[in-house]
């Protein structure tokens, strides 16, 4: 049996209420008023779409064997790279084999399913297990719809042809040139088209067409169906879609439009997610994605879902919040706004590539080593052991530090490193199960922080080269999820 | 058992030029300054040094790379000129090139030169570089000095149970006595005493360290020549001695930074390099013998646990010795009496040999009353570069016979 | 029942990394009290490692007497009492940000 083996979201800390998006940009286009009830998440500065994707696979894989992988792929349309796999990346973050399939799937909003879709044949075909990590950060402009609506946020889904908590039944797929929402090749905002027009003859139209298409392959009705997931951020079109299939409006998973926003490639995988946290066994779920046409799925939970429901999903990280009660700031993290970062931010901090091969385990995976000698578990990998009573040389095994944990052994803000978030907040961290390191820290303040407290490791952004356009990845120290308060 | 250099080599003469914010000098200028002083106090021509020695951390600014700079500056008659660098111990680095070189005998006078000139930077502070290699960039924080150090204060506390506001008020004592010693010397960089309200009252630099528990950045040299016993006598018969007694240096393991023992709220390195001084110079008991003491006070809490670190505190009682004046200019052990790195200033390079100068005029008996020590046997100087997981420390005994 | 000494407004107190200075003195009421606040600025322009500066807010403590007598140095000395408790400390933050928005930090003595 093939189908969903796992799953996992992630939204970022901070939250804007869209008011404030109103109350600072509304003088220019009140009209963004219509669309200012609720807030959307807003990734923090040292997060992307890669990164989300990345904390969204590490919930879904959470007690799983990373080593048991063989494909992982990842959806976005804000991918940091054209040219480097940026699955790679993801990849190499959640501490998978080097003898593994990895793809991007990328070009429109239903990316994120498309990538689900071959993972469910991969899997199918192959056997194993493959994930698929979603995220994205789009960008519209200042004072635009597009900017209250977008919210940035990551899920993932693991397939599976062992214990799956739904089974695959089968899909059907819709594809139009529909060009409502574009990005050129060199564009960083949204453009759209009017909105009635994508509204009426996009939502309206290819959702229920692609929802028709299956349960007419099939032999089912739309109102056989348990649970209904469809991102829409029309208010007026989902009631009419739902009209359109005669499903009652309780069975329709909420959009997450006044806590999320529309987060792109992700948004269909973090309603499932949302859904899958709150299945009964037994459940028949439609999964529709929209962008460039739909993807329509069918899966049916099994009694192996409630091994899964143990906290993973979305619901924590919807309750791990905190107000970003600046536009401004926003403005900056995004880079919608140029910002003086003084001397400093000027530094020239090239990328050695061969030095990055070197040592990309330790870098993406937080990948350590654990001598055979005396058991010291140390970081960065060492050749000679770090115990001053061992020093055996060159007898390291691997350890994947990432999904370890660890406590605060020390720390400060600082307010005089260069950061777009002053204080920089960073410490020295002793792992869980030995070694230490100093690391910064991130979604805290100093205040939240204490000598021995527990943290959890977060794949951030480390610094971004504007002029290569190299983005550096690295982990973080976050207080564990339930210490921050 | 090596026999360490104990009474080998003896301080000739020494120079240092007004530390600060020198606009008008070039490293060249500041070179020229301290050296030309320290002949004149050694009462010996530049053709006299037979080796030099340049101690220099930042290479980007003024002075390149090795030492052609600085033997170009100083027109040096082709002698060897040797540039080191050890973060922040860099000028106790130069001065143990030129001692060791007197004290194995390959020569008879040589000459110990440190330097910085931070100020062509285009903004505060020191230039950013990766100090710590290319791996550390793309793994580690883009830490500060202040963010580093200010996590001894978070360890020390959580450590010894001491509440923040308590420790805070002992590091408050050791700003304030740096304040009160820099304002009373001409040569200091910053001369003003302040009130510990003015302390208390400054926001956080990085936590928990505030303004006044950080050094600055300044422009200086200080230079030292050094010789044999023998020489010294035949320069200046029947004038006091001023004699290494220790010279001692420790540079971490990577332990600290990687291995989990350490408790982070003192230096290892300084704990290693201070009781191989005392076993050199033969000192039993450091709290009585030591008569003061200059230490590498670049935040106020690094001077607290140095206190520690040096056997002079007993672990968790330097906080209580600091509060009751013992390290006050008139307690039992002066330390900074010329204001330290906080006022006198911090050209890293020169740093070291600063200290050094503070220590020899003491035991010379050279500087006014008001801020002299009283009969001082032992001197102490104390080096930290780099940060407190990844460090070198320098520890210097004098004596005067 | 704590004194605050009030150093003359715009005048540099210096330390070898930066300096600050009281820009405004100013007071919040809350709960029937009176909180004496200053706003200040601080530059630290010459530290090892780095230029930053920010505004901070100094809360001394709720107003007892406004300035009632001078010290030795000749400065205004007002009796305040501290604000100790935590909850009545968030409070006071709280409506010190939203009154004088961009400080980046807010100080308890």
Same mark, same amino acid.
């Not at chain 1, 209250?148 to 042809?161: E, H, K, L």
């Given at each position: ?8 979201g ?7 209420n ?7 940009m509304g ?97 199918g ?6 994930v ?15 900017e ?14 062992q ?74 079109a ?166 370890k ?43 939240d922080?204490?000598?021995g ?32 308060k | ?12 003469g ?22 030309t ?35 170009g ?68 924080p ?233 009969n ?12 407190p ?13 | ?16 990394? !930066?300096?600050? %200075? &009281? ?9 029937? /009290?009176?909180?004496?606040? +200053? ?15 920010? !505004?901070?807010? %100094? &809360? ?9 007598? /001078?010290?030795?140095?000749? +400065? ?31 100080i308890?003595?």
């Open positions: 049996m093939v189908g969903i083996g796992s799953f996992g992630y939204v970022p800390r901070y939250r804007l869209r008011m404030i998006i109103f109350g600072s003088w220019l286009n009140p009209v963004i008023i219509t669309n200012a009830r609720g807030e959307k998440a807003v990734a923090n500065f040292d997060e992307d779409s890669v990164t989300m994707a990345v904390a969204a696979g590490m919930d879904c894989l959470r007690g799983v064997d990373r080593q048991s992988i063989d494909a992982v792929y990842f959806a976005t349309t804000t991918a940091p790279y054209r040219e480097r796999q940026n699955a790679n990346i993801v990849a190499g973050a959640l501490g998978t084999r080097d003898e593994i399939r990895s793809a991007d799937f990328a070009g429109s909003l239903k990316s994120g399913t498309s990538a689900l879709l071959s993972a469910l044949e991969f899997v075909y192959n056997g194993g297990k493959a698929v990590c979603a995220a994205d950060c789009r960008l519209g402009k200042m004072a635009s719809t597009q209250m609506v977008f919210g940035d946020a990551g899920a993932a889904i693991m397939v599976s042809d214990d799956v908590i739904a089974e695959y039944k089968g899909s059907f797929s819709v594809s139009h040139d529909f060009v409502d929402h574009l990005r050129g090749a060199n564009t960083k905002y949204d453009r759209m088209w009017e909105e009635r027009w994508i509204r009426d003859v996009g939502y309206q139209q290819f959702i229920p067409q692609a929802v028709q298409g299956l349960c007419a392959k099939y032999g089912l009705s739309p109102s056989d169906f348990d649970r209904i997931i469809y991102p829409c951020y029309y208010g007026g989902r009631k009419n879609i739902n009209k359109v299939l005669q499903v009652e409006q309780e069975k329709v998973q909420d959009d997450m439009l006044a806590t999320v926003g529309d987060s792109g490639s992700a948004h269909p995988l973090l309603m499932l997610a949302a859904a899958l946290e709150n299945a009964r066994p037994g459940e028949k779920i439609l999964l529709v994605s929209y962008g460039s046409g739909c993807d329509a799925l069918w899966f049916e939970v099994t009694d192996n879902i409630k091994k899964m429901q143990d906290g993973r999903g979305v619901s924590r990280w919807l309750a791990r919040r905190a107000d970003l009660d600046n536009y401004q700031k926003y403005l900056v993290w995004r880079g919608m706004a140029p910002a003086e970062t003084g001397i400093r931010g000027e530094t020239d901090k090239e990328t050695r590539w061969s030095l990055v091969w070197r040592e990309h385990k330790a870098i993406l995976g937080l990948w350590g080593s654990k001598c055979r000698k005396c058991g010291t578990q140390q970081y960065p990998p060492q050749r000679l052991c770090i115990n001053p009573d061992c020093q055996a040389l060159d007898e390291m095994d691997p350890v994947y530090l990432a999904d944990g660890g406590t605060v052994f020390t720390y400060t803000g600082d307010m005089l490193a260069a950061s777009v978030n002053p204080p920089a907040i960073y410490g020295n961290v002793n792992f869980n199960g030995g070694g230490r390191t100093l690391m910064d820290f991130t979604d805290c303040t100093v205040e922080l204490s000598v407290m527990p943290v959890e490791f977060s794949f951030r952004i480390k610094f971004y080269d504007p002029k290569r356009d190299i983005t550096n990845y690295f982990w973080k120290a976050v207080p564990a999820v339930g210490e921050v | 058992m090596a026999e360490g250099i104990r009474d080998k080599v003896v301080i000739l020494m120079g240092c030029t007004k530390f600060g914010e020198r606009w008008d000098a070039g490293s060249d200028d500041l070179l020229i300054e301290a050296l002083e320290a002949l004149q106090d050694a009462g010996i021509e530049k053709k006299d040094i037979q080796a030099a020695w340049l101690g220099i951390h930042i290479d980007e600014i003024n002075i390149g790379k090795g030492a052609t700079y600085a033997s500056a100083l027109h040096t008659p082709f002698i060897p000129f040797t540039r080191v660098d050890n973060f922040c111990a860099s000028g106790t680095e130069a001065f143990r090139g030129a001692t060791y070189a007197v004290a194995s005998g390959a020569c008879e006078i040589a000459l110990a030169i440190g330097v910085e000139k931070l100020k062509d930077t285009g903004y505060g502070g020191l230039p950013d570089s990766p100090a710590f290699g290319q791996e550390a960039v793309l793994i580690g883009n830490a500060t000095a202040p963010g580093m150090f200010a996590q001894l204060a978070t360890a020390y506390a959580a450590k010894y149970k001491i509440p923040m506001d308590k420790l805070k008020e002992a590091i408050t004592h050791v700003s304030w006595k740096s304040h009160q010693n820099g304002a009373k010397n001409p040569r200091a960089h910053l001369r003003r005493a302040v009130t510990k309200e003015q302390i208390m009252g400054a926001p956080m630099v990085a936590y928990p360290l505030g303004l006044f528990d950080c050094c600055g950045v300044s422009d200086g040299s200080a230079a030292a020549i050094v010789c044999t016993p023998e020489v010294f006598k035949k320069l200046k018969p029947n004038e006091p001695m001023v004699k290494v007694k220790a010279l001692q240096i420790s540079v971490s393991s990577g332990e600290e930074a990687m291995f989990t023992r350490w408790d982070g709220a003192g230096i290892i390195t300084t704990q290693t390099a201070s009781r191989k001084a005392y076993e050199e110079a033969g000192i039993k008991d450091p709290r009585k013998e030591i008569s003061m003491m200059e230490v590498h006070d670049c935040f106020s809490i690094t001077e607290l646990v140095t206190m520690e670190d040096l056997g002079i505190s007993p672990p968790g009682g330097a906080p209580e010795d600091i509060l009751s004046g013992f390290f006050d200019l008139d307690g039992q052990i002066p330390c900074q009496p010329d204001g330290g790195l906080k006022c006198f200033g911090h050209p890293i390079g020169a740093s070291g040999i600063r200290m050094i100068y503070e220590m020899y005029n003491q035991l010379l008996g050279r500087w006014p009353e008001d801020r002299a020590v009283k001082p046997k032992f001197g102490l100087t104390h080096n930290l570069g780099g940060v997981t990844q460090n070198v420390c320098s520890v210097a005994i004098f004596g005067v016979d | 029942m704590a004194q605050h000494v009030h150093q003359p407004i715009g005048e540099e107190i210096r330390s070898i990394a !930066g300096y600050y %200075m &009281v820009l405004e003195e100013g007071v919040l009421k809350y709960k029937d /009290r009176e909180v004496l606040y +200053l706003l200040e600025a601080a530059a630290a322009d010459t530290s090892c490692c780095g230029g930053a500066g920010m !505004g901070f807010i %100094m &809360v001394p403590g709720y107003l007892k007497e406004l300035r009632g007598k /001078r010290n030795e140095d000749g +400065l205004w000395v007002s009796e305040v009492e501290r604000v100790e408790d935590e909850g009545e400390r968030r409070e006071i933050t709280g409506e010190l940000r939203a009154r004088h928005p961009g400080f980046h930090q807010i308890f003595a």
